[in-house]
């Protein structure tokens, strides 16, 4: 079936680091791929998504590109802020699913000063 | 606008017990699915509602229902709690599969469900 493998946390980088968390995917089909995010005592908000392969999804310094080819979609930023620090989920849509939704472990980022 | 709003914030119920979540999708929305989220772990799919339907269900006992309503709000039930269904209940909701945006989903904050 469905699932996502996301790289295990925590990860803890200093400020202005770059930042990438690895994410890959087993689904049939063209799945859509997408990050959120959630900060502590909050619900998951949207980052960003991708719908087909080689789309790339960007959203507030953060992008990832879906990779049909390695079955990945890694997110990246280049310069993290302590207000970054959240737990970031990957997550896919599959392409026979609907929009039932398969999730990421998690990766706990904490930025520090 | 508002965006989906779950109640009640916080339960605490004890093992047996039977607990009712609720939901209201953003406005516009018709579709609700209803998560599971243990500590530390990535959410679990539990039921889709779509037009009132269910129109998918994951691998949870029937000790979970839910049902849609005509306003589109939605109620999760669990019967005969166990310890184990302590965790975040997350409810998202998104717009019409015509819209283009089906998969695009909106999450509440959840409710935090503790059992003694």
């Known amino acids: 079936g469905d699932s996502v493998t996301q790289m295990e946390g925590p990860v803890t980088l200093s400020e202005e680091a770059f930042l990438t968390i690895n994410c890959t995917y087993t689904a049939t089909g063209y799945p859509s791929l997408f990050w959120y995010v959630q900060y502590p005592g909050e619900g998951l908000q949207l980052l960003l998504k991708?719908?087909?392969?080689?789309d790339k999804g960007s959203n507030k310094g953060f992008e990832a590109t879906y990779r049909k080819e390695t079955t990945s979609f890694h997110l990246e930023k280049g310069s993290v802020q302590v207000s970054d620090s959240a737990v970031y989920f990957c997550a896919l849509s599959g392409a026979n699913t609907g929009n039932q939704f398969y999730f990421g472990t998690g990766t706990s980022l904490t930025v520090i000063p | 606008d508002a965006g989906v709003t779950q109640s009640p914030t916080h339960l605490i119920k004890t093992r047996g017990q039977h607990v009712t979540l609720r939901c209201s999708p953003i406005s516009g929305h018709k579709s609700v699915s209803w998560y599971q989220q243990v500590l530390g772990q990535g959410p679990q799919f539990i039921f889709q509602y779509y037009e009132k339907e269910e129109r998918g269900r994951g691998n949870f006992p029937d000790r979970f229902s839910a049902r849609q309503f005509p306003n589109y709000s939605s109620e999760l039930n669990v019967n005969a709690l166990l310890l184990g269904d302590s965790a975040l209940y997350l409810c998202?909701?998104?717009?019409?599969?015509?819209?283009?945006?089906?998969?695009?989903?909106?999450f509440g904050p959840g409710t935090r469900l503790t059992v003694l």
């Open positions: 991708a719908t087909k392969a080689d």
């Open positions: 998202a909701s998104s717009l019409t599969p015509a819209s283009g945006r089906f998969n695009e989903q909106f």
